[in-house]
């Protein structure tokens, strides 16, 4: 894995690269893992204000959510 992979990146930046708002990744965040609610990204929490992914997390995050034949997420 080279640095850019694990490159730690920003809430703005995190949101962008999946394509959300910030504000669902961090309903995501405070809400934890909740039925029929999004799940966060794996991330860290580096102040009170500072929270940063991994973006190799993030690419494993995104795949989950890849659809396939049949409409079913894997």
Do not use: Q, W
Request: contains cysteine; positive net charge.
């Amino acid at each position: 894995m080279d640095a850019f992979e694990d490159r730690a990146l920003t809430e703005d930046e995190a949101a962008e690269f999946l394509g959300m708002c910030k504000g669902t990744l961090r309903t995501a965040r405070s809400l934890g893992k909740r039925p029929n609610r999004i799940e966060s990204p794996p991330y860290f929490k580096i102040g009170p204000r500072c929270v940063r992914y991994s973006l190799k997390d993030l690419h494993e995050y995104r795949e989950r959510f890849r659809v396939t034949d049949g409409g079913h997420a894997t």
